[in-house]
């Protein structure tokens, strides 16, 4: 991996001193400089500081459902493999041979056994462990005395899975993934269980879609944090559920923010609803959260489904965003007499999500001001996105 090519240094790409500003008091607060949303170089320091460093989402684990099913991920030019070995386990490895380099895999596909390097037939096991290297000492002479086979495994991500979403730590440096969501979970501990986190089934039929977006990964999850903007962005739900009824989640130690709302209405279709969750309170059945967990997941939890809205940075100013959704139990998310409701919920999430569109492809083509500072906070609105600034910018300065 390309640890910053250019070995530049952060102040060889930005202004510093303008990063120290996002961690002021919010009413003195300026949003993260332009260069994070617009300079190339910057991407591969983000890269490294952001993505490689901390816990990040790659995919989830339904999408690799059957042992020896594999998919390749490029993480900002990082190759990775998602692998379900042979105990059912996720595993994610570099998506590279580690006789010349070549990459292993560039479609999604089902092993038999093995994962082979298409180069010279090198051949891995589900584990990383390499089992065969045909012609190693010439013809039809597959083992060498002078070759230990122990020494050239694949690489393998520490990796964990939560609630389907599958984390990766690149560098290996993190704390552990249970310590690192303990607070979020035990926010949540109110309305779901441990138990009702394995009761959460993906949807077959309406459970996935994805939207191109012209603008840095950065700006889906800002706009995520605050309810601000739905008078404007989202006319429609603001009818249901504006502002006022709106909460401010702020996850402390600093690793996610988001909000909530008191006005949740489920789904109803002939007096029947999805299933519920067992645990959650009765005097809370139209509370709903919407929550950020850093850097690039966007989960939205409800007493009757529960989504996993992750963000795959393309290029500075590109980024793909994916949403699975959950149900509780296989009725719910595959029932056929729940199909049409799945559908009508898959669409109305689809078309928030698109509202969106147009607000952080804005934002990204105002970056190219010299004139913009950054961005002024409303002390009263602003507080969750202003907290994911402080987030990227204390990680960036450490």
Known sequence: MSENPKNLTLSDILDVAKIKVVNNPIEQAH???????????????????????????????????????AKPYSLLGIPLIILRDKEKKIRVFHNVCS?????????PCSLK???????????????????????????????SEKFDKTKSNLKEVRTT??????????????????????????????????????????????????????????????????????????PELN??????DHYHIQGLPNRFAGQGSKKYNQLIKENKTFDNFKKWPKDLSKNSEYIALFPNVMIGLH????????????????????????????????????????????????NVMSEDIKAIEGMQEGRNSPAYNGGNFSPVMDNPTHQFHKWVANNLTE
Not at 239 to 244: L, V
Request: charged share 25%; hydrophobic share 35%.
């Open 99 to 107: 006789h010349r380099g070549f990459k292993l895999l560039d479609e």
């Open 113 to 143: 056994n093995v994962l082979r390097c298409p180069y010279h037939s090198w051949s891995y096991d589900f584990g990383g462990k390499l089992i065969a290297t045909p012609h190693i000492g010439g013809l039809n002479i597959h083992e």
């Open 303 to 350: 007493i009757d489904h529960f989504y996993a809205f992750w963000l795959e940075p393309i290029s500075i100013n590109e980024t793909k965003e994916h949403l699975v959704m959950y149900y509780v139990g296989d009725s719910s998310a595959n029932g056929k007499e729940f199909e049409g409701m799945r559908k009508e919920n898959s669409r109305i999430w689809k």
């Open 161 to 234: 899975v939560w609630m389907d979403i599958i984390f990766v730590n690149i560098h290996n440096n993190e704390i552990e993934f249970n310590e690192y969501v303990k607070p979020l979970e035990s926010r949540w501990s109110k309305f779901i269980s441990k138990e009702d986190q394995h009761l959460l089934v993906t949807s077959k039929d309406h459970g996935y879609f994805s939207l191109n977006v012209k603008s840095n990964w950065k700006f889906a999850i800002e706009n995520y944090c605050e309810s601000y903007h739905l008078p404007t962005i989202h």
């Open 31 to 69: 949003g993260l400089p332009n260069a994070c949303y617009t300079s190339p170089d910057y991407m591969m320091y983000e890269r490294e500081k952001i993505f490689a460093d901390k816990w990040c989402v790659i995919g989830v684990a339904s999408s690799v459902p059957n042992i020896g099913d």
């Open 239 to 244: 009818k249901i559920s504006n502002i006022n």
